[in-house]
């Protein structure tokens, strides 16, 4: 049976967890699921922020803000990704995402990070430059 592998993540005072993005291969002979989870710092309790893309990139929160990247099959993060913005709360213990919306689409958007709480810098190839 396969494991679950965790990627770069950013730690989050906020919530106080870790939030990273999770390769889970457990399920033999499918391909990955990859999901935006919260991990407990504590118990080691994992919980999924954000699933339903393919891939995920480039997370960053700002106090109760979180951005990230996402892309699906058949693109590649060179050829078109999403940039999300959503809201982090935390209820009895368990985080979640809320408000979640596409801020950008339709180019490469790569290494998203939060300047301040209403201001964020990422990468992009929209200009061909």
Partial sequence: MG???????????FIEKIICVREDHRV???ECVNTVVAIDLLTGDQNV?????????SIDTFRNKI?????????????DTQLCIGELILENNVASV??????????????SRFINEDQYLYLSDRTDF
């Avoid at 494991?3 to 005072?13: E, W």
């Avoid at 996402?70 to 050829?79: K, L, R």
């Avoid at 809320?98 to 290494?111: D, F, P």
Wanted: aromatic share 10%.
């Fill in 49 to 57: 922020l954000v699933e339903g893309a393919d891939f995920y990139k």
């Fill in 98 to 111: 809320i408000n979640v919306k596409i801020v950008l689409t339709g180019a490469s958007h790569l290494q």
């Fill in 3 to 13: 494991k679950c592998v965790m990627l770069k993540g950013t730690l989050t005072l």
């Fill in 67 to 79: 951005i990230f990247v996402s892309w699906n099959h058949p693109n590649m993060p060179w050829d």
């Fill in 28 to 30: 033999e002979g499918k």
